[in-house]
T-cell receptor, first 111, second 118 residues
Framework: AQSVTQPDIHITVSEGASLELRCNYS??????LFWYVQSPGQGLQLLLK??????LVQGIKGFEAEFKRSQSSFNLRKPSVHWSDAAEYFC?????????FGAGTRLTVKP | EPEVTQTPSHQVTQMGQEVILRCVPI?????FYWYRQILGQKVEFLVS????????KSEIFDDQFSVERPDGSNFTLKIRSTKLEDSAMYFC????????????????FGEGSRLTVL
């Protein structure tokens, strides 16, 4: 069965600093991988997705993620964090009919 | 841009009451889903729906829950007799499903319906 692990429950970074949010997955086949962001009281917004091809994918708001099959990872990165990036970030694996989410990582941005 | 819409945005109900949460998926999408998120916890899969029937459901989706697509546009989640532990944010999602030769699998989420059971 597929599962997603986000090891970091809460991360704090300073504005302008770089960011990496970790995601590890377990999936029986080639996975579809996603990162969603959730601002307080809001729904889930897709940041980026990986299906196949180039393992480095670009998303919205300056985010990128790299799929590493050997490490079963799909870490999210951003070179310079903005205060508006403070939110909850969810990694998800699967596709239609079987998408599963990680527990989420809460990002706090210090001024 | 097409979007998934959910109503109500917030509902407060008494324990034991029936609740219906409504969703209007994106019009050309074929797969529909309900997820829930208990406050401070992860987003959990409840059920997926395709071709007018449930295609998969989780262990959370017990006999108290049901889903329906009563017409060509709405997709509803009914909780027959609410319990305190049903208090959560419920997200509806839809996906295009198979599209040409590529199944993108991307789910588009609504903004959620917050259910509070007293």
């Amino acid at each position: 069965a597929q599962s997603v692990t986000q090891p970091d429950i809460h991360i704090t970074v300073s504005e302008g600093a770089s960011l990496e949010l970790r995601c590890n997955y377990s999936y029986g086949a080639t996975p579809y991988l996603f990162w969603y962001v959730q601002s307080p009281g809001q729904g889930l917004q897709l940041l980026l997705k990986y299906f196949s091809g180039d393992t480095l994918v670009q998303g919205i708001k300056g985010f990128e993620a790299e799929f590493k099959r050997s490490q079963s990872s799909f870490n999210l990165r951003k070179p310079s964090v903005h205060w508006s990036d403070a939110a909850e970030y969810f990694c998800a694996v699967g596709g239609y009919n079987d998408m599963r989410f990680g527990a989420g990582t809460r990002l706090t941005v210090k001024p | 841009e097409p979007e998934v819409t959910q109503t109500p945005s917030h509902q407060v109900t008494q324990m034991g009451q029936e609740v219906i949460l409504r969703c209007v998926p994106i019009s050309n999408h074929l797969y529909f889903y309900w997820y829930r998120q208990i406050l401070g916890q992860k987003v959990e899969f409840l059920v997926s729906f395709y071709n007018n029937e449930i295609s998969e459901k989780s262990e959370i989706f017990d006999d108290q829950f049901s889903v329906e697509r009563p017409d060509g546009s709405n997709f509803t989640l009914k909780i027959r007799s609410t319990k305190l532990e049903d208090s959560a944010m419920y997200f509806c999602a839809s996906s295009e499903g198979v599209s040409g030769t590529e199944n993108t699998g991307e789910l588009f989420f609504g903004e959620g319906s917050r259910l509070t059971v007293l």
